[in-house]
């Protein structure tokens, strides 16, 4: 209680926040005047605000470098405010508030002001939080079960103690259904990655209650501390560039103001550097890349195969497509969230260097043409199928999506074979075989905010429209280059985007419009084959210099095979159709079922993500081999 007391107090206000929330209160009824107690919403609901309110004001009175230290009438203002919330007994349908956000910030209060609350408040209080049960799993579960955790102390209750503490480290585990999984991404409501909104939660208060532990009878197993490690520095790290992160990984809550800036926090990396003083490199390197202005990342790719992510980072710059096969769910739009994000997670492509490009940007989007995505006209739905995976091995990475769209009469619209190709500064992606009932379709190859000059060799767009670049083949913005030579028609679209948060989030309804500037690259295409590039480069020169000497050269984009080579010899490939051979550089490749590959130096890296292929025999150089697949990082056969 000691250690969770000293958490508390590192909190600290903003003194003009603490004005207007003195000010709108109304001392004769113990509400704010500014809050609707009628309110029903399950996301916003205005009587929790309430409550944080009060949660704030113990954190005013505590904070020495407040005009409010030690101010009496919070004191007072909270006691008030208590008196009415807990005599109401305000009840919502969602039973997030009600068993987590609205016990822990009673009991914050609680424990930190102590006997300055009334008796009458303080049992309220504790009779409240007693109606807390553990009953959920995964980062529901961690919740649960921290609020049962310190109502146990404050009320000296060891067995319910011995309780919580057995049931988090329980839930410490990799592979449950909600949880982190194998890849050490992070699933929640099923199959559905949530690696900083859901994951978040579970890391940080995982992290929190083993320090507060540690020291004690009840300290956490070291194989339970391990497992959160590895979930920072093998998932986390790996899905972020330093403070920012990209929408797939949260979900929903990308729907949420300021929430693509919440990766992990320092409290948090400093409570499992604590209990982890063997391996102190990891946590020195993430320390750094959250406070440095250019964010320290790992290098090279990363393939989470049960998520359906590829990650890649170099020193100036993060890939990341977000692909859905049929083992993983789409995006979620529940109680009031994420009202347009039917399209989400479907081979979407984000670029990151300042993590700036996406931040509070969801509202201003065109839906229809989310990054990567490709869209044809009366688009409604799409299909998801197995073979959709990635792989990664000597920094390099392959992502692959089997596409297809529906209409609203569950008619194909359009369907494609996607693949993508990480390598040091470049993600070059290929469609082929694109087949289109709706005519002409638009691939967007990024949707992220315009930040300065939009060039393409000696042409510059300093304002708002729609161009032509087809002639030029690529264009330069905000650090990025994107380039295509097969494009039927590239174009380059900026605007002034007017919108609301209300438009995505039903949080926010009422909130008056802003305005956002949007940079939007697209190809048309109708059908047959093409490719583009995206890279990070550090000038226009240089953009112009990668496009006219690219340092990879395609070998295939067809319905059978998509390849690459690398100006080094590394060869990366997508085999689509079986039984067939495959000329592939050097090597003649026939393999008995879709596969997805890397040749480096250290050998042929491959596999296929379809479940049902847990075996499978591929034939290189007339050598015939028998393959047990490894899903997670594929099969190594050395060359």
């Not at 003195?22 to 605000?49: A, E, H, I």
């Not at 002034?496 to 039903?506: E, F, Q, R």
């Not at 550090?538 to 070998?555: G, M, R, T, V, Y």
Request: neutral net charge.
């Amino acid at each position: 209680m000691e250690k969770y007391r000293s958490i508390l107090l590192r909190n600290t206000v903003k003194d003009n926040n603490v004005s207007n929330i003195v000010d709108r209160f109304d001392k004769s009824t113990g509400k704010w005047k500014d809050l609707n107690y009628q309110d029903s919403d399950k996301t916003g609901w205005d009587p929790t605000t309430h409550i944080y309110r009060t949660s704030y004001l113990s954190y005013a009175f505590f904070d020495e470098h407040s005009d409010y230290y030690k101010d009496d009438q919070l004191v007072n203002i909270i006691n008030l405010s208590l008196d009415h919330w807990l005599n109401e007994n305000y009840e919502n349908r969602n039973w997030f508030p009600m068993q987590v956000s609205i016990p822990r910030s009673l009991l914050n209060t609680a424990i930190l002001l102590g006997d300055k609350i009334t008796q009458a408040n303080y049992q309220n209080i504790l009779d409240y939080a007693s109606k807390v049960k553990i009953y959920k799993a995964g980062a529901n579960l961690i919740w649960l079960a921290d609020n049962v955790l310190h109502y146990a102390l404050l009320v000296g209750d060891e067995n319910k103690a011995k309780e919580a503490i057995a049931q988090i480290v329980n839930e410490i585990q990799i592979g449950a259904p909600s949880g982190i999984q194998k890849d050490y991404s992070f699933y929640h409501h099923k199959e559905r990655l949530q690696q900083f909104s859901y994951g978040g939660a579970y890391l940080k208060i995982s992290a929190r209650i083993a320090w507060e532990l540690d020291g004690t009878s009840f300290a956490l197993p070291q194989e339970k501390v391990d497992i959160l490690r590895k979930f920072l520095t093998e998932g986390m790290w790996w899905m972020a560039r330093g403070e920012y992160t990209v929408p797939p990984t949260i979900d929903r809550a990308c729907s949420r103001k300021d929430a693509l800036k919440g990766t992990v926090s320092i409290e948090t990396v400093n409570f499992l550097k604590d209990l982890d003083p063997e391996n102190p490199a990891p946590y020195e390197s993430i320390l750094k890349s959250l406070t440095s202005p250019l964010p320290i990342t790992p290098k090279g790719s990363r393939a989470f195969y049960k998520s359906d992510i590829l990650t890649h980072h170099s020193e100036n710059g993060s890939f990341f497509i977000k692909m859905l096969s049929d083992r993983n769910l789409p995006a979620e739009s529940i109680n009031g969230e994420n009202s347009k994000g039917k399209f989400m997670n479907y081979g979407n492509t984000y670029f990151l260097k300042n993590g700036k490009e996406y931040y509070n940007l969801m509202p201003f989007w065109n839906w229809n043409f989310l990054p990567g995505f490709t869209y044809v006209k009366e688009t409604e739905a799409y299909n998801r199928h197995p073979f959709t995976g990635s792989l990664s091995a000597d920094g390099m990475g392959v992502a692959v999506m089997d596409y297809e769209l529906e209409d609203k009469d569950g008619n194909r619209a359009l369907s494609a074979q996607k693949s993508w190709f990480t390598y040091k500064n470049v993600m070059i992606a290929m469609v082929s075989n694109l087949q289109s009932s709706k005519g002409e379709s638009t691939t967007s190859l990024d949707q992220s905010l315009w930040a300065g000059w939009v060039k393409s060799g000696e042409k510059v767009f300093p304002t708002s429209g729609d161009y032509d670049i087809t002639n030029e083949g690529w264009v330069y913005h905000d650090g990025f280059s994107y380039g295509s030579t097969s494009a039927k028609k590239f174009g380059v679209n900026l605007s002034n985007t007017k919108a609301s948060w209300g438009d995505i989030n039903i949080k926010y309804k009422g909130e008056a419009p802003s305005q956002k500037k949007v940079f939007l690259p697209y190809i048309k295409h109708d059908s047959d084959n093409f490719d583009y590039y995206v890279a990070n480069v550090p000038s226009l020169e240089a953009a112009d210099n990668l496009h006219q000497q690219p340092f990879w050269k395609i070998l295939s984009n067809s319905a059978d095979l998509q390849a690459i080579e690398f100006n080094d010899g590394i060869i990366a490939g997508v085999i689509w159709t079986p039984n067939k051979e495959m000329k592939v550089g050097k090597l003649t490749v026939t393999s008995d079922v879709p596969v997805y590959f890397i040749k480096s130096s250290s050998g042929l890296t491959l596999t296929t993500p379809n479940p049902a292929h847990k075996n499978f025999n591929i034939t290189v150089n007339g050598q015939r081999h028998q393959i047990k697949n490894n899903f997670l990082k594929g099969t190594l056969l050395p060359f």
